[in-house]
């Protein structure tokens, strides 16, 4: 079955640091990956997401995310935090071809930017 | 963008009771709704795929007569817990998709049962 792994579950940084949340997914086959955010009292919303092309992808708010293949990795960065960036991160896997539609998230990540 | 709203925001019920959810698709028609549950500081773990004039697909582990899921037109669809006990007390999300792939969620239901 397919999993995704987020390996940072709570990440304080201050204010202008730069960040890099981990994302690895187990799945041999295509897939389209997503990065959503989750501020406080508020629903999910996309980032970003990669379907194919360009690995390096570029989303909302100044955030990117880098798919490798070869490491099943679909990491998200961010050069310079803001305090609005406090949220919690998912990332989930579709797998192209399947059951279209159906997410698989990882277990998410708090993000905590300190002002 | 879309707009996906659930009614209730939030829900007290005692146990034995039946509560429903509403997942509704402000300003684009959803063939496919998706509803999940989301513990406290956990994923979201999808429950089932709710398709409209179909019956809905559940994951597996999901028991589907305790939740029931009815996609009546391609604007709404309801999520019934049928018979709470407190263990389903959580925070339930829904998403519809569009014509295309895109997926927008709801803002959830807190449901705390007694």
Same mark, same amino acid.
């Given at each position: $079955? +397919? %999993?995704? %792994?987020?390996?940072?579950?709570?990440? #304080?940084?201050?204010?202008?640091?730069?960040? @890099?949340?981990?994302?690895?997914?187990? !799945?041999?086959?295509?897939?389209?990956?997503?990065? !959503?955010?989750?501020?406080?009292? *508020?629903?999910?919303?996309?980032?970003?997401?990669?379907?194919?092309?360009?690995?390096?992808?570029?989303?909302?708010?100044?955030? @990117?995310?880098? &798919?490798?293949?070869?490491?099943?990795? &679909?990491?998200? /960065?961010?050069?310079?935090?803001?305090? %609005?960036?406090?949220?919690?991160?998912?990332? $989930?896997?579709?797998? +192209?071809?399947?059951?279209?539609?159906?997410? #698989?998230?990882? *277990?998410?990540?708090?993000?905590?930017?300190?002002? | 963008? $879309?707009?996906?709203?659930?009614?209730?925001?939030?829900? #007290?019920?005692?146990?034995?009771? %039946?509560?429903?959810?509403?997942?509704?698709?402000?300003?684009?028609?959803?063939?496919?709704? &998706?509803? =999940?549950? +989301? &513990?406290?500081?956990?994923?979201?773990?999808?429950?089932?795929?709710?398709?409209?004039?179909?019956?809905?697909? =559940?994951? *597996?582990?999901?028991?589907?007569?305790?939740?029931?899921?009815?996609?009546?037109?391609?604007?709404?669809?309801?999520?019934?817990?049928?018979? $709470?006990?407190?263990?389903?007390?959580?925070? !339930?999300?829904?998403?519809? /998709?569009? #014509?295309?792939?895109?997926?927008?969620?709801?803002?959830?239901? /807190?449901?705390?049962?007694?």
């Amino acid at each position: $079955a +397919q %999993s995704v %792994s987020q390996h940072n579950h709570h990440v #304080i940084l201050s204010e202008a640091a730069s960040l @890099e949340l981990g994302c690895n997914y187990s !799945y041999g086959g295509t897939v389209n990956l997503f990065w !959503y955010v989750q501020y406080p009292g *508020q629903h999910l919303q996309l980032l970003l997401k990669y379907f194919s092309g360009d690995p390096l992808v570029k989303g909302i708010k100044g955030f @990117e995310a880098e &798919f490798i293949k070869s490491k099943f990795s &679909f990491n998200l /960065r961010k050069p310079s935090v803001q305090w %609005s960036d406090t949220a919690e991160y998912f990332c $989930a896997v579709n797998v +192209q071809g399947g059951n279209t539609g159906k997410l #698989i998230f990882g *277990q998410g990540t708090t993000l905590q930017v300190k002002p | 963008g $879309a707009v996906v709203s659930q009614h209730p925001s939030r829900v #007290i019920c005692k146990s034995g009771t %039946s509560v429903k959810i509403e997942c509704r698709s402000l300003d684009f028609q959803a063939t496919t709704m &998706f509803w =999940y549950r +989301q &513990f406290p500081k956990k994923s979201l773990m999808l429950m089932a795929t709710s398709n409209e004039g179909s019956k809905a697909t =559940y994951e *597996q582990g999901v028991e589907k007569d305790k939740f029931l899921i009815n996609h009546a037109s391609l604007t709404l669809s309801t999520l019934t817990v049928t018979s $709470a006990h407190p263990e389903d007390s959580s925070f !339930y999300i829904c998403s519809a /998709r569009d #014509i295309g792939t895109r997926q927008f969620f709801g803002p959830g239901t /807190r449901l705390t049962v007694l």
